[in-house]
């Protein structure tokens, strides 16, 4: 089991930027993928980004492509997620995720497929 646990979020202006963390412990962080997720009120959890196990494949939600960045340091245990040019639109909770092993392009965007959740963390972006 991973632990998992997501801050940075806040309240921001539209155009603003904002850097998401996750802070990983438990299993061996180098064996996970991990991913971020949002869900706005009255909605399903969307995927936002994420990256394999190895590091090498990056992925992203077509609403957030060109705009969010997902990365990771600390040997793996430490996954951000930069957003620039936010949008009242972006305003979601995010939850940081991760799973065993590798995904692809099509299964990194499976919700179902993440076994570990953090708690997430409210980003509200003003008009």
């Known amino acids: 089991q991973v632990q998992l646990a997501e801050s940075g979020g806040g309240l921001v202006q539209a155009g603003d930027s904002l850097r998401l963390s996750c802070a990983a412990s438990g299993r061996t962080t180098s064996r996970i993928s991990m991913g971020w997720f949002r869900q706005a009120p009255g909605k399903e959890r969307e995927f936002v980004a994420a990256?394999?196990?190895?590091?090498?494949?990056?992925f992203y939600g077509d609403s957030v492509k060109g705009r969010f960045t997902i990365s990771r340091e600390n040997a793996g245990n430490t996954v951000y997620l930069q957003m620039n040019s936010l949008m009242p639109e972006d305003t979601a909770v995010y939850y940081c995720a991760s799973l065993v092993g590798y995904c692809t392009a099509t299964s990194c965007r499976d919700r179902r497929l993440y076994s570990d959740w953090g708690q997430g963390t409210q980003v509200t972006v003003s008009s």
């Open positions: 990256f394999t196990r190895s590091g090498s494949n990056t």
